[in-house]
């Protein structure tokens, strides 16, 4: 009797071995596919670090692409994936606010280093974008040194995809003489309209920066320089320059000033083409 009883308790403890060595084995196998992650602020970022790092690491972003930057809040929620992160890139024009407001948020024990990717001006021009790919494949061969062979062919790959784009989209502005149109603008889509040959002869901010008086001026500037289109921008309401537009019956149309999702994955050529897209529509006619 005695002798089944310990037959029967060496099995059930063998029993229990192999299930914590199955679930042991399970724990380091799972551990080993997971993806370091990196978070970003903006999908501008976002966009670079998924087209670069393809499979090797996760992305987690931070700020909607619809969504103004300096507007936004962080979430309770976004306090955990600060502190499990290793990595946080964000923008030059963030560093004394989000960023900051970032670093007080972080546990004194946490390993996250931040980083603010020192390109100036605004992402949706391809020149500035592509400046931006360089930097940011730097930081990541920094940070994960083992896939930095993989990290500079894919950049090199997205720049020649930005380049051959951004080549076409110049051609077909020339093609329809962008540069004999006048515009007035958002200061945030400024640049893409002169990348894109196009004179913007006034700017503005937005829709609460702008007094009475400032949209008189506005509106008399664009009757006397002949304006035909005014930009706004998706990211600050996307409504500040649609009364000049009504006004002087010309058109008023909303770009992105941030990659967007297309096909469920943020596209900056997805972006770029389509801003560039509502340009050709609204100036051909």
């Known amino acids: ?32 596919d997971v993806k370091p992650f990196v978070i970003v602020t903006t999908t501008a970022i976002e966009s670079i670090v998924s087209e670069v790092a393809k499979d090797n690491l996760q992305v987690i972003t931070l700020i909607p692409p619809d969504t103004c930057p300096g507007h936004f809040d962080l979430k309770p929620s976004d306090a955990l994936k600060l502190n499990s992160a290793k990595l946080l890139l964000g923008h030059s024009f963030e560093k004394e606010t989000f960023l900051k407001k970032i670093a007080g948020l972080i546990q004194k024990e946490s390993a996250l280093r931040i980083v603010a990717v020192s390109v100036e001006g605004s992402w949706m021009v391809p020149d500035t974008y592509i400046s931006a790919i360089d930097e940011i494949t730097k930081i990541l061969k920094g940070q994960f040194p083992q896939q930095a062979q993989d990290f500079e062919s894919n950049a090199f790959r997205y720049k020649e995809q930005i ?74 309401a996307g409504k500040a320059g649609k009364p000049i537009a009504d006004e002087l019956g010309i058109a008023h149309i909303v770009l992105s000033n941030f990659p967007r999702v297309y096909g469920g994955k943020v596209s900056y050529l997805g972006t770029l083409k389509e801003n560039a897209q509502q340009l050709f529509n609204i100036l051909k006619k």
């Open 163 to 236: 380049k051959k784009e951004s080549e076409h989209l110049k051609t077909r502005a020339r093609r329809l003489r962008l540069d004999q149109v006048n515009a007035v603008a958002s200061n945030m889509q400024k640049d893409l309209l002169v990348w894109l040959g196009i004179n913007v002869v006034a700017v503005y901010g937005r829709q609460d920066e702008i007094s009475a008086l400032e949209l008189q001026r506005l509106i008399e500037q664009a009757r006397v320089n002949d304006v035909r289109v005014v930009v706004d921008n998706l990211q600050s």
């Open 1 to 32: 009797m005695v002798k089944i009883f310990r037959r029967l308790l060496n099995k059930f403890f063998s029993a229990i071995l192999f299930a914590l060595l199955i679930s042991f084995c399970t724990s380091i196998l799972y551990a080993g």
